[in-house]
């Protein structure tokens, strides 16, 4: 396999920029279809696809965020307009957001546990390929993915759970990197 120091300079450099900081343009329909691709492009034990993806693009966002402040003003009488704002707002600075959902369950030879982490790839991989076409993402879970009412609303059958909101845009700013793990504090090498 040939060296592809592109593709390293790109992990090394990675990182993600928050859901304030994207906007339009988002990526095109064939864009979008090539993100899903490569992001289902992913490890998977025994081959169970045990995941799936709800895109949420234009004006299901401004009405996915109209169901979850009914959902949080249930939740939460207290909540002002401003804080329903919030959750009405939620997924409208992005052009697209992908909701992965896990479908794991018992499986004889493959742990649960295992096809949620495919799940998770899967997640990371949408990120990948936004970078790669020149976009910018990021992973959200925020409340919503916990919440089997908002679940619900949002997609998720019964058994299944929300993994991840990979919201994709254009990034608005720079963003700065942040620390990174000192290798020598999580890695060491086994002497028996
Ligand atoms: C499973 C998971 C859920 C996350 N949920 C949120 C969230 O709800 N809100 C948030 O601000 N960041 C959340 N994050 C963190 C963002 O993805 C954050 O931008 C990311 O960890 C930055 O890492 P990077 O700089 O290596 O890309 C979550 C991360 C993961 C892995």
Do not use: C
């Amino acid at each position: 396999m040939p060296a592809r120091p592109d593709i390293l300079d790109y992990l090394r450099t990675r990182r993600s920029v928050g859901m304030a900081f994207l906007k339009e343009p988002g990526p095109s329909a064939a864009e979008l279809e090539q993100i899903l691709t490569v992001g289902t492009r992913v490890p998977d034990h025994g081959k169970l696809t045990p995941w799936r993806l709800v895109v949420i693009a234009g004006e299901a966002r401004a009405q996915v965020g109209e169901k979850l402040a009914e959902i949080a003003q249930r939740r939460h009488p207290e909540y002002n307009e401003a804080s329903l704002d919030v959750e009405r707002k939620r997924f409208l600075p992005a052009p697209v957001t992908i909701m992965v959902i896990s479908k794991a369950g018992h499986d004889p030879k493959v742990p649960e546990w295992e096809q949620f982490l495919s799940a998770g790839n899967v997640a990371f991989n949408l990120q990948h390929a936004a970078f790669a076409m020149g976009y910018a993402a990021v992973w959200n879970s925020r409340w919503y993915s916990m919440d089997s009412e908002a679940g619900a609303m949002l997609g998720a059958r019964y058994g299944e759970r929300i993994v991840a909101f990979v919201s994709i845009g254009t990034p608005t700013a720079v963003i700065e990197d942040r620390p990174r793990p000192l290798l020598g504090d999580v890695v060491t090498y086994w002497q028996g």
